[in-house]
């Protein structure tokens, strides 16, 4: 999606900052959050880049990630791995980094979203921790407990260094909806991010269609 | 002593002494009779025969298998008690202790003295016992087991002369050797004694010199004393079995309470422990932790054990529970900085918890790895071994994630593709980096990983993959080797 398409004013959102442009939704700690689409995974470590993470799921997809790429997003040191093969010990494990408050993110991947019960759970354990719950999901759920619902594309650039994430919000329970278009540039220590709106929330084809 | 198998089980309360009684192993590819009751011994049943033949002879034999791992920890046990009558002692073969009772003998009453009390207490515990007191280690060693009587004393000075009417198996040496010697008609120690050592050395070796040296104490053969360990466990039985769960939590906090004291005292530090929970129904559960760090406080271990806890089935009772430390550090307690401190050991705290429930090695942090390779440039290290902060550097060439090259389908040929199909969906090149070559590891040989040219394609569609194929194979194959953020 270009970027220079001028942003027009959405119908789904509800706030304007006072230049006229409607800011990215900040993800509040002390609640879960749910990301998928192929962009997913660095806008979770985006996410994540300040204080210690947790990172559990299935092994393979963890053995997959590179610690000198994720190393320009945050601190490699600070990622702790859980690799489980159940998805039930992926639960488990995520409730309890939640719960007990040692990180400030716990970031989980899943095949499906967490069943209504189970995300409840996680929502209560990320509240008596006080941690951010981020989790991946290759088939997001029609519904879920999630405080905010992202979906991440990654976007064409010119610039070779810069990183560009469609990010869009279809679910907010505590603020605005649309659709974001993220810049990166720099690492770790000199990490850019700018937003800027980019319209309407897009939804993910399993759930639109 | 000679029946140490037989009396720890009579001890645990088989009737070993009312019947036919054997414990079993299985030696040179046959069940086999190795320790025996003296009624078994009576009827002539001996250690070595084949049960087969033992049921034969006697078809009211009652046997047991052998427990070694029991075994030697009841050895151990008795060495540790007998700390009572010398500081310097040490466990011997499967069956024996050796004591240095150099100057504690008068303590007693005398050699004789001592060894009755030895004997009676034994006794008094159901192990049966043949005590033989010499000037040298092998001289008592022989004594104990050759001597007419259950004691055994050999007067200083006096080992020579009372040596020479015991069998030449009091050397204790090869078997071969024994039974070579025994061929040539040298039955007793005794017939050794005109022969010239050089001529027994040509013969059978330096070895038999060494052991008969040994014997007589021409040369050294010290008893090196078993280290004492200090035992970081804590027992306690109640009076009436307890079953509910607030019980048994303050039971471990009592029992954790009284470990940690024992770990405070010894400068250790606790990292993994066991609960051992004997029901009146005479079951056993054991309960196993571990923790991120060695750590003295007993908060820290009762809450890893009060995630297992619900699990634990009181039957109809408990009787007794124990907790005993498995693995310990030497402790060294370390200022904290007061801002990290109760983050770092929450951290630890969870480390333990999850570790507790996945197993130690499914949690894990990254470690960086000299190579070119990018699988290789950095490996998963278990949590609780890394203490250090790697530096890492970031580094745009590297895909966030590597897959172990996936197919792809080509639409446009070029060098990379200029259009292809990769898991469902078309991707069109927009602008291309490369080619990376990445070889393989050469000192291991031409057998290894060939070597591939690597492409960053960045697509119209958003997504930058990372394409790979082999230079030298014709056509080329492409696979996705990775995909960027």
Known sequence: MPLDEPAAPCSYCLGVNKTGTYDLPALSPGRVHEASGPGASAFVFLMARKGDAMLCGPPHWLSALHPQSVARFCDPNAVLHVPCPLAADVLWAAETGLRSGAVSTVIAVMEKSPGLTNFRRLQLAAQAGKSLGLIIVSQPAHSTAAETRWLCHPVYTDQDEEIRIHASVYKNKKGIVGSWILNVSGETNTLHMDAAPAGEPVWPERIAG | ?485
């Open chain 2, 1 to 485: 002593m000679p029946r140490l198998p037989v009396n720890r089980f009579g001890r645990n309360g088989l009737p070993v002494d009312d019947c036919l009684f054997a414990v079993t192993a299985e030696e040179k590819n046959a069940v086999r009779l190795v320790c025996l009751n003296k009624h078994a011994r009576r009827i002539g049943l001996t250690p070595g025969m084949t049960l087969a033949t033992a049921r034969a002879a006697a078809p009211e034999l009652i046997t047991v298998a052998e427990e070694p791992l029991r075994d030697e920890a009841f050895l151990n046990a008795l060495q540790r008690w007998c700390v009572k009558f010398t500081p310097w002692s040490a466990p011997e073969g499967k069956d024996s202790l050796l004591l240095n009772i150099t100057g504690c003998a008068r303590l007693f009453g005398g050699e004789a003295a001592m060894a009755e009390q030895l004997r009676q207490e034994l006794a008094d515990m159901q192990v049966e016992t043949r005590i033989g007191i010499a000037d040298t280690k092998g001289a008592a060693r022989a004594a104990a087991h050759f001597g007419a009587k259950g004691e055994t004393i050999i007067a200083p000075g006096d080992t020579r002369a009372a040596l020479a009417r015991f069998p030449i198996d009091a050397l204790f040496t090869d078997e071969k050797i024994i039974f070579e010697l025994k061929r040539l008609g040298l039955k007793r120690i005794g017939d050794l004694y005109p022969l010239k050592s050089s001529d027994l050395a040509r013969r059978f070796g330096i070895g038999i010199l060494r052991s008969y040296e040994k014997l007589l104490g021409s040369a050294s053969d010290p008893v090196s004393p078993a280290a004492t360990q200090a035992t970081l466990a804590a027992r306690m039985s109640f009076p009436d079995p307890i079953g509910l769960t607030e019980d048994v939590s303050e039971a471990l906090n009592r029992l954790a309470a009284q470990v940690c004291k024992r770990l405070r005292q010894h400068a250790y530090g606790l990292r993994s422990a066991r609960l051992s929970i004997y029901r009146a129904d005479k079951k056993q559960i054991h309960v196993e932790i571990g923790l991120a760090r060695p750590t003295q406080d007993t908060g820290r271990i009762v809450r890893q054990f009060a995630l297992k806890l619900d699990k634990i089935d009181a039957g109809c009772g408990i009787d007794m529970m124990r907790l005993a430390a498995l693995q310990a550090e030497p402790f060294k307690p370390v200022q904290k900085r007061f801002a990290d401190a109760q983050k770092q050991d929450d951290l630890d705290e969870l480390v333990a918890t999850l570790g507790n429930r996945l197993g130690f090695d499914r949690v894990l942090r990254w470690r960086p790895m000299e190579s070119h390779l990018p699988r290789r440039t950095f490996r998963m290290m278990e949590a609780v071994r890394q203490t250090t902060k790697e530096n890492w550097r970031a580094d745009a060439a590297r895909p966030l994630m590597i897959y172990d090259g996936e197919p792809i389908e080509i639409i446009e040929p070029g060098r990379p593709p200029k259009s292809f199909i990769w898991r469902r969906k078309t991707y069109t090149a927009a602008r291309i980096h490369g080619p990376e070559r990445i070889g393989h590891e050469w000192w291991k040989g031409p057998e290894s990983d060939a070597v591939r040219d690597y492409w960053r394609v960045d697509s119209k569609e958003g997504a930058r993959l990372w394409l790979s194929s082999k230079p030298q194979e014709k056509p080329h194959r492409w696979e996705v080797a990775g995909v960027f953020p």
